[in-house]
């Protein structure tokens, strides 16, 4: 989950992005208007909320 959270971005200079993929994919996307690339960021968005209920999912406590 890491480095869907922090990673660095292909289109910022920081050297951690916060959700790298989702704002490289918007900004795709805003720079084209294409459909194919708004698809990618609804993908993007769907493996971030993924990643975190995984995350959530692995950490909670069991229940006795």
């Known amino acids: 989950i890491r ?4 990673a660095p971005s292909y289109f910022d200079t920081k050297p951690d992005s916060k959700f790298p993929g989702i704002t ?3 900004y795709i996307a805003t ?6 690339d708004w698809d990618r960021v609804k993908k993007q968005i769907s493996m971030v909320i993924h ?3 995984s995350a959530v999912s692995v950490l ?3 229940e006795v």
């Not at 480095?3 to 922090?6: F, M, N, P």
């Not at 720079?31 to 194919?36: P, T, V």
């Open 60 to 62: 909670s406590p069991l």
């Open 31 to 36: 720079n084209s208007s294409k459909k194919k």
């Open 24 to 26: 490289d994919s918007i």
């Open 3 to 6: 480095h869907v959270v922090l």
């Open 51 to 53: 990643a975190l209920r």
